[in-house]
C-alpha cells in the first residue's frame, strides 16, 4: 500500500531541556510493501472453489454439445420421415387416382350411386392434399436441418 506524497509541518515548545522550541517543515514520502504469511487456507478454498467452477463450466458445456447432436439427430430423423411418408403419399394418390377412374368409368354406365362416385372424387382431392401436406412437412424439416447444421441460406 502506498502513501501518498504530503507536506508536513511540525512545531514543539519545551521548557526545560537545552533546545526549547523545535520546527521542522518538509516534504514527506514514502512506500509500504505488505505481504500475507498465513490467510486461515482462504488460498487453498480458492482454489479448490475455482477448480470445481471449471469442473462445472466443462460439464455444462458437454451438456450443451450432447444436447445439440441430440436435436440434430431428431431433426435428421424427422426429415427421413417425411421423405418416406412423400412416397408413401405418392402412392397413396395413384391408387385413388385409379380408384376414382374404376368408379368414374361405373358411373357412366350407371352401375354405381352418385355417393359412390362423390366419395371417390373425395378420397382423390384427400391423397392430393396429404401428399401437399407431406412435401410441405419435409420442407420445413429439411430447412430445420439445415439450420442446426449451421448452412441455411438465405
Known amino acids: 500500500m502506498s502513501q501518498p506524497l504530503s507536506y508536513q509541518f511540525n512545531e514543539s515548545e519545551s521548557?526545560?531541556?537545552f533546545t526549547t522550541s523545535a520546527n521542522s517543515r518538509g516534504w514527506n514520502y514514502g512506500?509500504?510493501?505488505?505481504?500475507?504469511?498465513?490467510d486461515g487456507f482462504n488460498q487453498n478454498r480458492n482454489e479448490k472453489v475455482a477448480?470445481?467452477?471449471i469442473e462445472n463450466t466443462e460439464l455444462l458445456v458437454e451438456e450443451q454439445i450432447l444436447n445439440l447432436q441430440s436435436q440434430l439427430g431428431?431433426?435428421?430423423?424427422?426429415?427421413l420421415t417425411n421423405i418416406s411418408l412423400i412416397e408413401l403419399e405418392r402412392n397413396n394418390e395413384a391408387i385413388a387416382k385409379e380408384n376414382l377412374e374404376i368408379t368414374m368409368d361405373k358411373f357412366r354406365i350407371g352401375t354405381i350411386p352418385t355417393?359412390?362416385?362423390?366419395?371417390?372424387?373425395?378420397?382423390?382431392?384427400?391423397a392430393v392434399v396429404r401428399r401437399s401436406n407431406a412435401i410441405f412437412?419435409?420442407?420445413?424439416?429439411?430447412?430445420?436441418?439445415?439450420?442446426?447444421a449451421g448452412n441455411l441460406m438465405l
Open 15 to 17: 521548557s526545560l531541556g
Open 31 to 38: 512506500f509500504t510493501a505488505r505481504m500475507n504469511i498465513f
Open 51 to 53: 477448480r470445481i467452477q
Open 74 to 79: 431428431i431433426a435428421y430423423q424427422t426429415y
Open 115 to 126: 355417393i359412390e362416385f362423390r366419395t371417390a372424387q373425395l378420397n382423390y382431392i384427400n
Open 137 to 148: 412437412q419435409a420442407k420445413l424439416s429439411e430447412i430445420n436441418l439445415k439450420e442446426f
